[in-house]
């Protein structure tokens, strides 16, 4: 079993909708939460942050952590067509150096 | 500059030779990571470095593999008499704090795309 699982897709959604991506994890020390945006060809991006449970919004964007289910997501309200990437989600243990990603879903917004 | 420079942007090599491949991580930044990506999946860690000193070499997949960064600047990682399973996309990632510290930001490089062939 992996340590991150994500769902690859793809995506795709109109422009204007509401976007939920989703990992699940298995290591419960995980306290580190990320979520990294890449578009083609290009490095990943750090979107979001998250220490330990509970949500976050930055903008469009809100990322959720429920440590009691293993589950972390991020939502993209009124998604746009610049939104169109692959989303990473990243996570670590609270004093660990290895960071452990996702496959990547990859998401298209239609216009 | 202003972001994670690799180099090179590509490399074909021919199985049995040796790679190096550069990364000039953003400056001042403490920590330096190598990841390699194969296509469709998520980056996998290889190693990382906190100023010049290696502090974790747990994710390199075999003794032909190696890294290293004397000056706490630049790195290098080193594949040794390639082979075709280690075509993949090699990334570099920086941030401005020791590896394993709490809200560690990591800025990834656009990667060198290694073809052994």
């Known amino acids: 079993q992996k340590e991150v699982e994500q769902d690859p897709g793809p995506l795709s959604v109109p422009e204007g909708a509401i976007v939920s991506l989703n990992c699940t994890y298995s290591n419960s020390a995980f306290q580190y939460f990320m979520w990294y945006r890449q578009y083609s060809r290009k490095g990943p991006e750090l979107l979001m942050y998250?220490?330990?449970?509970g949500n976050k919004e930055d903008g469009r964007f809100t990322a959720q952590v429920d440590k009691s289910s293993k589950y972390i997501s991020l939502f993209i309200r009124d998604s746009q067509p610049s939104d169109s990437a692959t989303y990473l989600c990243a996570m670590s243990p609270n004093t660990g150096n290895q960071f452990y990603f996702g496959t990547g879903t990859s998401l298209t917004v239609i216009p | 500059g202003a972001g994670v420079s690799q180099s090179p942007r590509y490399k074909v090599t021919k199985r049995g030779q040796d790679v190096a491949l550069r990364c000039d991580p953003i400056s001042g930044h403490v920590s330096l990571y190598w990841y390699r990506q194969a296509l469709g999946q998520g980056p996998e860690f290889l190693t990382y470095?906190?100023?010049?000193?290696?502090?974790?070499k747990s994710g390199l997949p075999n003794d032909r593999f190696s890294a290293e960064r004397p000056e706490g600047s630049i790195s290098t990682l080193t594949i040794q008499r390639t082979e075709q399973r280690d075509s993949a996309m090699y990334r570099c990632?920086?941030?401005?704090?020791?590896?394993?510290?709490?809200?560690?930001?990591?800025?990834f490089g656009s990667g060198t795309q290694l073809s052994v062939l």
């Open positions: 990632a920086s941030s401005p704090r020791r590896g394993g510290t709490v809200n560690e930001k990591l800025f």
């Open positions: 998250t220490y330990s449970s």
């Open positions: 470095f906190n100023y010049e000193a290696q502090q974790d």
